[in-house]
């Protein structure tokens, strides 16, 4: 089959590869699409010590069941699906709790780490456990379902943050994750969004998303106009999307005594805090990683639009141009959002 193969750090190439084994639990999946994750980018060059070559990335897939083991029941041959981009072990103490992106055993696909291998989804066909296998309706484009692993992680986040009706909630960062956070959480019910971002440009595309406020750092103070707008008290809730000091220390200062932080950005590895402005005022610091069973549920935010994503696609390609799309990607002055790649 073709796959698109990192040979070493920057440098990857579609190439001739072999089929992936199907076990008796597993699921053969022809790729029909498959996005590139921010991970994957900082993966291609070595920096995450996350995708070490030889290897075929890609974990955010859709595609059609080609080929299933003896103990697949539930799955036939043309069932359009995706697939979590975890494999979870189902027999661990966190697994037993449902905490599946908590698994002592959790393996992400298109990954090498060392402790590991798993080739990805950059290629014809990629083989899966079927307890991460999730059917599709026809009405959802495979383009559209390869970015479901990024709704999950906006969902999750928004799960795991206590939102009641009519709260006002702060999105901070709105890249790709923050506008799905900004959708999610508005259908959490928060009636009031404030947006937060460093560029104009990105904050535009946030009102278009439903933000009913956006603010800009380098104009304005935001935790006092987070107060402006919310009788002086701050937001409820705040979803950080970015992960650093200045951000962050904004979406503290910016919610109400009791609120919480939910941390899902994590581009710096440390940050500095202020402790005594979460202590004295109760702040909830709440981390949130990956997704936990919400599939089934953003497949039907997706099929329904109550979550959208299309504006999110910046590209669709062919494999063969995954190399060119990555240089791009990877280039820090790229205005790309998704990639999603057709093999
Ligand atoms: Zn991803
Ligand atoms: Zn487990």
Known sequence: MKALLLKQYKELEVVDFPAPAVGPD????RVKACGICGSDVHGFDGSSGRRIPPLVMGHEAAGVVAGAGANVKSLREGDRVTFDSTVSCGKCFYCGRGEINL??????????????RRHGAFAEYVSVPQNIVYRLPDSLPFE???????????????????????????VVGTGMIGLLVLQAIRLAGCTRVIAVDLDDAKLEVARKFGADETLNPKTCDVPSRVAELT??????????CVGATDPIKAAIQSVRKGGTV?????????????LQS??????????????????????DLLATGAIRVDPIISAKAPLDEGPQWFDRLYDRNSRLMKVVLQP
């Open 26 to 29: 597993d699921v053969l999946v």
């Open 262 to 274: 939910t941390l899902v950005g994590n581009i710096t590895p440390k940050i500095d805090l202020h």
């Open 231 to 240: 009788e002086g008290r701050g937001a409820a809730v705040a979803i950080e």
């Open 278 to 299: 979460v202590v004295t005022r109760q702040i909830r610091l709440q981390g949130s990683c990956a997704s936990s069973g919400e599939y089934p549920a953003c497949i």
């Open 144 to 170: 559209h379902a390869a970015l479901i692993e990024a709704v999950s992680v906006a969902v999750h986040a928004v799960n795991i943050t206590p939102v009641k009706l009519g709260d006002t909630a702060l």
């Open 103 to 116: 698994c002592d055993n959790r393996q992400v696909l298109g990954v090498s780490c060392g402790d590991y």
